[in-house]
């Protein structure tokens, strides 16, 4: 298969994702997909699981689980029954059981004590890590003002940076300091996490601060505090699609953009705009700005 064969061939298993994503809500078919892809029905499910590493089926439920897995530890007062709906089971039991099948707890379990490291192998596929288009990247240089944030400080496993997220966004929907709906989402990943041991990695979980708080945040339970972000040049480019494969968008400034630029960094990390916070938002339309700074 040549060069311009793949690539079409990613492309249509990328509408294929796109779609499942979208339609997590819906029924869908093996006959509905493989029209997407344009691929005959009758190879379509070989075809997928060759590619995907799983069946459609398969696919699709782990989608819907994953999205609940998101729900049951950042809404802790949405019941269960009205997540188990919304990801396609007819009643609790069965999404407790096939949540426990694929994870090894109960949704209530997980919803008590994520375990985000176990959790993630499950959503590892082959052939979704070559589908980026990085080549058509658009990466743009502007200027950014400084910003006045509070911050989680998240030490530790990458894999649970999500435990770190939750208690930040109690911090932010209980103390009023930083309103999610109006000011900036922002992550600082100080290490990369493909190649820094679990116990050394550093990731700051950051929302703006309403300017009535001075840029100062009290002492509280989850321990966010107060820093900033500096302004300045910065080199931007919008991932979009899921968080978990962010890291290709940013190789991507590192080993193709920049040696070709001309530009030299600032002392300062890589850093994330989140720009939609939307738990419902299929992942191939989220959108992320990752910014890097530049002299």
């Known amino acids: 298969m040549n060069h311009e064969k793949t690539h079409l061939y990613q492309r249509r298993f990328q509408q294929v994702f796109a779609y499942i994503e979208a339609h997590l809500d819906s029924p869908m078919t093996v006959e509905q997909l493989s029209e997407v892809a344009c691929f005959s029905q009758f190879h379509f499910h070989r075809q997928f699981s060759q590619f995907c590493g799983v069946s459609v089926s398969r696919y699709i439920t782990l989608m819907r689980l994953k999205r609940a897995s998101f729900r049951l530890v950042q809404n802790p007062q949405e019941k269960i029954i009205e997540i188990a709906f919304d990801a396609g089971f007819e009643n609790p039991e069965s999404f407790s059981r096939a949540f426990r099948n694929t994870f090894g707890l109960t949704p209530s379990e997980f919803r008590k004590a994520p375990v985000w ?13 070559n589908q980026q288009r990085l080549e058509n990247m658009d990466v743009k240089i502007i200027e950014v003002a400084p910003v006045s944030i509070a911050v989680l400080e998240h030490r530790g496993d990458p894999m649970t940076v999500n435990n770190t997220v939750a208690k930040f966004i109690e911090w932010r929907k209980a103390s009023g300091l930083s309103d999610y709906t109006v000011r900036g989402t922002y992550g600082i990943p100080y290490n990369d996490p493909l190649v820094t041991p679990g116990e050394d990695f550093r990731f700051d979980v950051c929302g703006e601060l309403n300017p009535e708080s001075g840029g100062r945040v009290p002492e509280n339970p989850q321990g966010v505090v107060a820093k900033s972000l500096p302004g300045g040049r910065c080199a931007v480019v919008r991932h979009v699609g899921a968080y978990d494969r962010i890291s290709d968008s940013v190789y ?4 193709e953009w920049l040696p070709q630029s001309g530009e030299e960094l600032r002392d300062f990390p890589v850093y994330f705009r989140y720009l939609h916070l939307d738990q ?5 339309a989220q959108q992320t700005d990752i910014l890097l700074p530049l002299k």
């Open 280 to 284: 419902e938002l299929p992942e191939h």
């Open 252 to 255: 991507y400034l590192y080993r």
């Open 117 to 129: 490291v176990d959790w993630h192998v499950h959503f590892q596929f082959p052939g979704r890590e």
